[in-house]
């Protein structure tokens, strides 16, 4: 049984809505995307709306069924799911806002950029026949049908304080230790990045960052906390450049709920700030520094290593208890300086680190959708890097080799 549901009576005349997060609940729970889906479909008379899973809910018992599309990997699910559905189906979601053509053969519509915005409309024209519907949203501004809509755009939220907010979001009464962040209240308090990290999508999708105010921010937790009676926070955000983060987490200290953060940009942080994220129980802090320094740097990432060095100096000194960082390869990065840097890193943080190696793997729409991807060179980088990681006993996690190949089979086909 979830908590807290959106209950609604069945009236004659209804649609059935589904939407799908392609993957499994235990995850899926977390994903905002299908969360505002829920809340706003909902609320609309006449439709009524159901989150599915690829492990929870069936998607053949709806009229319109809605994937949201957040990683490449699920496209695989999508397929598996798509082939079961009898309504229309229509995607949205980062993924589909950086490439739509792939999917055309597959989706009846596409919604395209923020679908707060556009799902109203759309679903106010529908009374139950495909070809009239298509034929009536194919012009609305975020939507795309296939074969019928002449130019691409997209729907933007212009104010992101006068948009509801998804206040309902259920989780099981009783979890286990799969829900590996625990069940909490997902607060968004801003959308986008203004960093302009050439690999990266995000930039891309939301244009400058929009942020919330501390008012709306504060009227979210407090409403959000008692209607899903949490005691746990997890905040959404990009790159946590929210200019008022220290109130929002003071206000959340305040209210004596424990909260968490999400991957920090270290020149945005400072000992007030860190000591803040102590106090609200996070006993993890996660970085990105993607590469060694040049190739950091050239990325767009403008942060040198002994920022790096100082951020972790104060980790130490308020005795955090892990630190995740975070690598990838086959962006031209110098694998040597690369496991020099890893291992100042491991020197430098007194107690546990991980840390994470991904291929890259270019994404449209960014500055690096050209760069050609070499399978082979990036096997032959892991490789390179395993072995001399584990020379200064440095073990690192990423996807495994089976998943990885998949995936760069996957960019190969699409
Ligand atoms: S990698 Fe992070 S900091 Fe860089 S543009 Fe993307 S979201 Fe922003």
């Known amino acids: 049984m979830e908590f807290p549901i959106i209950q609604k009576n069945w009236k004659k005349g209804m649609h059935k809505v589904g939407i799908v997060y392609p993957n499994l609940y235990y995850g899926g729970v977390y994903c905002l995307g299908p969360l505002i889906l829920y809340n706003i479909i ?13 492990d929870k809910g069936d998607v053949s018992k709806y009229d319109l069924v809605g994937f949201s599309l957040q990683y490449a990997p699920d496209y695989y699910n999508f397929l598996k799911m798509r082939k079961d559905c009898k309504g229309i189906v229509f995607a949205g979601g980062p993924c589909v806002n950086m490439n739509h053509k792939t999917l055309s053969k597959y989706v009846d519509f596409f919604v395209l950029g923020e679908a707060e915005v556009v799902m109203e409309e759309i679903l106010g024209k529908f009374e139950g026949n495909k070809e009239k519907f298509l034929e009536e949203i194919k012009d609305i501004k975020g939507v795309f049908v296939p074969g019928k809509t002449k130019k ?32 909490v209240f997902m607060l968004e308090i801003e959308r986008g990045c203004n960093f302009q990290c050439k690999f990266c999508a995000m930039p891309q999708l939301y244009g400058k960052t929009k942020y919330r105010s501390l008012e709306n921010i504060k009227k979210i937790i407090d409403d959000g906390l008692k209607l899903n009676k949490r005691n746990k926070v997890m905040i959404y955000s990009a790159s946590f450049s929210h200019p008022q983060r220290k109130e929002i ?15 920090l940009r270290v020149e945005l942080v400072d000992e007030e700030l860190l000591q803040l994220i102590k106090k609200g129980g996070q006993k993890t802090l996660t970085i990105a520094p993607e590469a060694d320094e040049k190739a950091r740097v050239k990325l767009g990432k403008n942060v040198k290593d002994e920022k790096y060095f100082e951020f972790i100096e104060l980790a130490n000194k308020l005795n ?9 390869v086959g962006v031209d990065e110098n694998l040597d300086e690369m496991i020099k840097l890893i291992e100042k890193i491991k020197e430098k943080f007194k107690k546990r680190t991980y840390i994470s190696v991904n291929p890259f793997i270019p994404k449209p729409r960014t500055k690096l959708e050209e760069k050609v991807f070499d399978k082979k060179d990036i096997k032959q980088r892991i490789k390179y890097l395993k072995k001399n990681l584990s020379k200064i006993k440095v073990k690192f996690s990423g996807v495994s080799q089976a998943e990885s190949d998949w995936r760069l089979g996957l960019v190969n086909q699409i």
């Open 152 to 183: 691409e755009s997209f729907a933007v939220v212009e104010d992101i304080n006068d948009i509801n907010y998804p206040l309902y979001q259920p989780f099981p009464e009783k979890i286990d230790k799969s829900f590996v962040f625990d069940k």
């Open 249 to 263: 987490l003071k206000y959340l200290i305040e209210k004596k709920v424990r909260f968490s953060v999400p991957s």
């Open 42 to 54: 909902n609320k609309l008379d006449n439709f009524i709306c159901d989150r599915v899973f690829l």
């Open 320 to 328: 955090f208890e892990t630190l995740k960082v975070y690598f990838m």
